[in-house]
């Protein structure tokens, strides 16, 4: 007889929980990245007759046309239940009318493109320990009066609003651009604790250089730490820069789009992901 599952809201009481589960699936979130996800997101848990925590899912609404989806994790025990196709069934409903973009496991793909998603892209995380060292020129800390500029160079570069998430990361890491001749922000990265390390990202900018400068500045300020940097494939460069950092390059995983695709704007770009959750 099929298990049961009772679909519902995940939320910050859950946390500790949805930590031990994604360390079940060897993934390296800490609680407190749970927390913070949630606290930007819409928690969704499959949860047994017990009460016990099986499987989650977490959408992170932008404006209104727009969500990533992420932290999709099953107990490697009920892989292949149906427990992923019911947790995505709730969110098709609960987003209903918005395009939905998430990055996929080579092994979720096939699931996502029986849901109507369809590849346009793909990513990989690049993890190591960061070796660099000494200044870099022409990047520095931001201030508080760059936070409006910096969300407005992200909706520039996604094609979407994300005011409340680039305000949430502003706050919860630290902030580096890339100034103008103005000194206004013309590129930015956010570094913050994640996993068993930091993550940099986004990290936008108007061209290749900056983007390198800018995550230069993040890996000489992080030496001898580990490091992860999520880039899409179409930045050879700076993929091949990070690679001769010692950051190497991860598997390929499928950027999917459920919807009409958003649409940035062509003077800055997106060189890294927030997250592989968060877009």
């Known amino acids: 007889m099929a298990a049961t599952f009772a679909i519902a809201p995940l939320g910050a009481a859950h946390a500790a929980a949805a930590t031990g589960l994604t360390t079940a699936v060897g993934w390296a979130h800490r609680q407190e990245d749970w927390l913070f996800a949630l606290s930007v997101g819409r928690g969704l848990g499959a949860f047994d007759t017990e009460g016990t925590l099986r499987a989650t899912l977490v959408w992170f609404p932008y404006d209104p046309a727009y969500s990533s ?76 009066a760059d936070l409006e ?43 913050r604790r994640f996993g068993r390390g930091h993550v940099i990202g986004p990290v936008v900018a108007g061209n290749g250089d900056d983007a390198c400068r ?22 050879t460069a700076l993929a091949d820069w990070l690679t001769n950092q010692e950051l190497p390059r991860g598997g390929e995983s499928p950027i999917m789009v459920r919807g009409e695709a958003s649409s940035p704007q062509p003077l800055v770009r997106r060189y890294a992901l927030v997250s592989q959750a968060m877009g």
């Open 149 to 191: 500029p910096i969300i407005s160079l992200d909706a520039a570069a996604q094609g979407c609003a994300r005011d409340n998430l680039i305000a949430a990361l502003a706050h919860a890491g630290e902030v580096a651009i890339v100034p103008d001749e103005k000194g206004k922000p013309a590129g930015f990265a956010i570094c």
């Open 69 to 144: 989806v992420g932290m999709v994790a099953v107990d490697p025990s009920l892989q292949r239940s149906g427990i992923g196709r019911r947790l995505m069934d709730r969110l098709l409903a609960d987003a209903s009318g918005r395009t939905l973009m998430l990055v996929s496991t080579q092994a979720g793909r096939r699931l996502y493109e029986t849901l109507g998603f369809r590849m346009i892209g793909s990513n990989a995380a690049h993890i190591g320990t960061s070796i660099a060292s000494g200044p870099v020129e022409g990047v520095v800390a931001a201030g508080a």
């Open 214 to 235: 800018l995550v230069a500045y993040w890996l000489a300020r992080r030496t001898g730490q580990t490091v992860r940097i999520d880039v899409p494939a179409e930045h």
